[in-house]
């Protein structure tokens, strides 16, 4: 069975999770160059099929969408284009930054570590991928 991908699109980076095969449950998988996504989306495809791909939607406290909003949308575009077959999701990801980075550090996880670009990035993308198994 084919595992659901959240990603966590910035404008420089871009935080990955997965789905178990069951869709249960949500793991950070890695943080990637945003330019380089289209080539791990390649790879990934490759390797085993993307069954959904959830991307973060960025709103502000009022709902609104924030200054990168436009930026993901045109880059789901460009993925809708590349592989018309993939089922693109978007999910809310307010506060998901944040939370990603309370549980970094109520894991333990030094702060040297929780600095190192991209560390919350991933974790923050299962989150995102948490809320929508969730909903499902």
Same mark, same amino acid.
């Given at each position: 069975?084919?595992?659901?991908?959240?990603?966590?699109?910035?404008?420089?980076?871009?935080?990955?999770?997965?789905?178990?095969?069951?869709?249960?449950?949500?793991?950070?998988?890695?943080?990637?160059?945003?330019?380089?996504?289209?080539?791990?989306?390649?790879?990934?495809?490759?390797?085993?099929?993307?069954?959904?791909?959830?991307?973060?939607?960025?709103?502000?406290?009022?709902?609104?969408?924030?200054?990168?909003?436009?930026?993901?949308?045109?880059?789901?575009?460009?993925?809708?284009?590349?592989?018309?077959? *993939?089922?693109?999701?978007?999910?809310?990801?307010?506060?998901?930054?944040? *939370?990603?980075?309370?549980? *970094?550090?109520?894991?333990?996880?030094?702060?040297?570590?929780?600095?190192?670009?991209?560390?919350?990035?991933?974790?923050?993308?299962?989150?995102? *991928?948490?809320?929508?198994?969730?909903?499902?």
């Amino acid at each position: 069975m084919a595992k659901i991908v959240a990603l966590d699109v910035g404008a420089k980076r871009t935080g990955i999770a997965e789905s178990d095969p069951m869709h249960i449950m949500a793991f950070p998988l890695e943080t990637v160059a945003t330019d380089s996504l289209f080539t791990f989306l390649q790879g990934r495809q490759a390797v085993e099929p993307i069954e959904e791909l959830v991307v973060g939607a960025p709103l502000r406290w009022d709902g609104s969408p924030s200054e990168v909003a436009t930026f993901i949308d045109g880059l789901c575009v460009k993925i809708e284009q590349k592989w018309p077959e *993939l089922r693109i999701i978007r999910v809310d990801e307010r506060f998901t930054s944040s *939370l990603a980075a309370d549980a *970094l550090v109520k894991g333990g996880m030094k702060k040297s570590k929780r600095q190192e670009k991209g560390a919350v990035d991933k974790v923050a993308a299962a989150l995102i *991928l948490e809320n929508y198994l969730a909903q499902r």
